[in-house]
């Protein structure tokens, strides 16, 4: 089993913020793929499903996201994971919005879900990074994160996030390239190498080349022609 985990802040307040991405991504999964019904459970809420041939449990955990690591941390430990199997969805200020990378351990930059999820498992767990860009400056970035997402941002956000769906049996199978492949495809799918206006010009037709002209009538005599033959 793997267990999933999207960072957020219970309530409906918090919904739409920049902070709950984490919540917003494991809900796609649950609908795309076809998971059971949310119940409360390890100081969250869980769902169980399958992706591809891996059974998996999404976690949303409800103690704030100051304290994800409590509830990350029962869970683990009711079905024996270890932070190999846990991956985590969370909001990364240092990548532009839209943008999404994948990590396996490392330190925290200071993300508080992180930081209490490092305090009770440690830091060998993954991370699915979600860019949500920087507001310029720090004092900035607690109304930032706890603001809602623009209507602006509606339309990569929304193409994350079923990338991520479309990549999740991948990222569970721990194949993160073709995870990624699956987001990008998404965010920033290849263009045709014909421009629609190329197209056009193409389907309309050639016109007809114009017939040559009929040459002039020889009105010459013959004492004239043989004149001119020798001129």
Known sequence: MKLFVGLGNPGAGYAKNRHNIGFM?????????GFGPWKSKFQGEVT???LGNDKILLLKPGTFMN?????????????KLEPADVVVFHDELDLAPGKCRVKQGGG???HNGLRSIHGHIGEAYGRVRLGI??????????????????K?????????LRGISDGAAHLADGDTGKFMNAVALRVAPPR????????????????EPKPEAAPEPDTRNPLQKLVDRFR
Not at 25 to 33: K, P, S
Not at 192 to 207: F, G, I, L, R
């Open 192 to 207: 045709s190498s014909t421009s629609p206006a190329k197209a056009e010009k193409a389907d309309v037709p050639k016109p």
């Open 25 to 33: 991504a494991m809900d796609r999964i649950a609908e795309d793929h």
């Open 108 to 110: 925290h930059a200071g």
């Open 67 to 79: 304290r994800s690591g409590q509830s990350v941390q029962a869970a683990m430990q009711f079905y």
């Open 48 to 50: 169980e499903g399958r």
């Open 152 to 160: 602006a941002e509606e339309d990569w956000l929304d193409d994350l």
């Open 133 to 150: 860009g920087h507001p310029g400056h720090k004092d900035k970035v607690a109304g930032y994160v706890l603001h809602d997402f623009a």
